[in-house]
């Protein structure tokens, strides 16, 4: 029989956290504490909540000494990419010192660690990235994320990381991801410059729900990519989108990544072999389409 767990899940009110909370509250008796920044939980949910800076070494101590988890699920990052690069400090504290956090208070429960991690920490010249592939960041995100699996992976505590790409999906007053900023901005009529020449594998927030899900109740350890089925530049992804929705192709105008003058540089090519998650974890990653019309249902449109 299945064995209980006592899971502490930071991010709580973020788009991952939010559709994880979910995900377990359906699909498993497991017990989650929710946690974020935020006075609130974004909904009241079957699982109590708790605000916590997970910067903050001593308040994550004794959080994790009073709930005694079996798991930590950290959902929580500092997630603006080009925020990151002016932002070194406090990125870093997020990014990648809070991981060191949970590492320290893990080891007097030996609670073990589940993180979520990113293709940034690849360039993108060669794309088919497992995860045994060489890392090679570009941008000061993609260096804390690398940082952050190395300190896990150095530390001797049980752990496990999923690397995901380009995640979308809803949730309540959740940071507007790809595609719920095309749905704001073509559903007014507004015309948007998307570039032609970043190409990935679009996730749905559901599918990585769930992988940390069958993480939990299979017990697994170690790297897995986990991504959306599906590769495609991000114009691609926006026209079908607008397909999907209806909305007005004729809004979407290719450009170039060099006309954005983004201040971090971004993988131009990062597709997943997810063959381990599909095998170890039986994930049947969603396509752009299903994803699409999945996110119409949840949106009632
Ligand atoms: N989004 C993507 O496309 C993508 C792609 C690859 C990997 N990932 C990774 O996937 C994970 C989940 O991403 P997401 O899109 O769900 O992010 P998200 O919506 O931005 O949620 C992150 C949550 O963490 C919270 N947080 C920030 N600083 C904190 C702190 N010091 N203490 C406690 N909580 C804090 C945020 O609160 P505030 O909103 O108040 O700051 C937010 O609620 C992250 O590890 C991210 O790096 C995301």
Same mark, same amino acid.
């Given at each position: 029989?299945?064995? +209980?767990?006592?899971?502490?899940?930071t991010g709580?009110?973020?788009?991952?956290?939010?559709?994880? #909370?979910?995900? $377990?509250?359906?699909?498993?008796?497991?017990?989650?504490?929710?946690?974020?920044?935020a %006075?609130? /939980?974004?909904? =009241?949910?079957? $699982?109590?909540?708790?605000?916590?800076?997970?910067?903050?070494?001593?308040?994550?101590?004794?959080?994790?000494?009073e709930?005694? =988890?079996?798991?930590?699920?950290? #959902?929580?990052?500092?997630?603006?990419?080009?925020?990151?690069?002016? %932002?070194?400090?406090?990125?870093?504290?997020?990014?990648?010192?809070?991981?060191?956090?949970?590492?320290? /208070?893990?080891?007097?429960?030996?609670?073990?660690?589940?993180?979520?991690?990113?293709?940034y920490?690849?360039?993108?010249?060669?794309?088919?990235?497992?995860?045994?592939?060489? =890392?090679?960041?570009?941008?000061?995100?993609?260096? %804390?994320?690398?940082?952050?699996?190395?300190?896990?992976?150095?530390?001797?505590?049980?752990? /496990?990381?999923?690397?995901?790409?380009?995640?979308?999906?809803?949730?309540?007053?959740?940071?507007?991801?790809?595609? +719920?900023?095309?749905?704001?901005?073509?559903?007014k009529?507004h015309?948007v410059?998307i570039?032609?020449?970043?190409?990935?594998?679009?996730?749905?927030?559901?599918?990585?729900?769930?992988a940390?899900?069958?993480?939990?109740?299979?017990?697994?350890?170690?790297i897995y990519?986990v991504?959306?089925? %599906?590769?495609?530049?991000?114009?691609?992804?926006?026209?079908? +989108?607008?397909?999907?929705f209806?909305?007005?192709?004729?809004?979407?105008?290719p450009?170039?990544t060099?006309?954005?003058?983004q #201040? #971090?540089?971004? =993988?131009?090519?990062?597709?997943?072999?997810?063959?381990?998650?599909?095998?170890?974890?039986?994930?049947?990653?969603?396509?752009?389409?299903?994803?699409?019309?999945?996110?119409?249902?949840?949106?009632?449109?």
């Open positions: 029989m299945e064995q +209980l767990k006592r899971i502490l899940l709580a009110n973020g788009l991952l956290g939010q559709k994880t #909370a979910e995900i $377990f509250a359906k699909e498993s008796d497991h017990e989650l504490f929710l946690t974020d920044l %006075e609130r /939980a974004e909904e =009241p949910r079957k $699982f109590k909540y708790f605000p916590l800076d997970i910067t903050n070494k001593e308040a994550v101590k004794e959080k994790v000494k709930l005694n =988890p079996d798991i930590i699920i950290n #959902a929580a990052a500092y997630t603006n990419v080009d925020g990151c690069e002016t %932002e070194r400090e406090l990125s870093w504290r997020v990014n990648v010192d809070a991981v060191k956090n949970f590492i320290i /208070a893990s080891r007097y429960n030996s609670t073990k660690v589940i993180h979520v991690s990113t293709d920490i690849f360039d993108g010249k060669t794309g088919n990235y497992d995860e045994q592939s060489r =890392p090679s960041p570009k941008s000061f995100y993609g260096k %804390e994320k690398l940082a952050s699996e190395n300190a896990l992976i150095s530390s001797g505590i049980e752990h /496990a990381i999923i690397r995901t790409m380009i995640i979308y999906g809803n949730g309540k007053n959740v940071k507007r991801n790809f595609a +719920l900023w095309l749905i704001d901005m073509l559903g009529n015309t410059t570039v032609d020449d970043q190409y990935g594998q679009p996730t749905m927030v559901d599918d990585l729900g769930l940390l899900l069958r993480i939990v109740e299979r017990n697994k350890k170690g990519h991504s959306g089925s %599906e590769y495609l530049n991000r114009y691609e992804f926006a026209i079908r +989108l607008a397909e999907i209806d909305f007005d192709k004729e809004l979407i105008i450009i170039k060099t006309d954005l003058q #201040a #971090a540089d971004r =993988p131009m090519n990062s597709s997943f072999i997810t063959l381990k998650a599909e095998t170890e974890l039986g994930l049947k990653a969603l396509n752009v389409t299903d994803g699409l019309y999945m996110l119409k249902h949840q949106l009632g449109m």
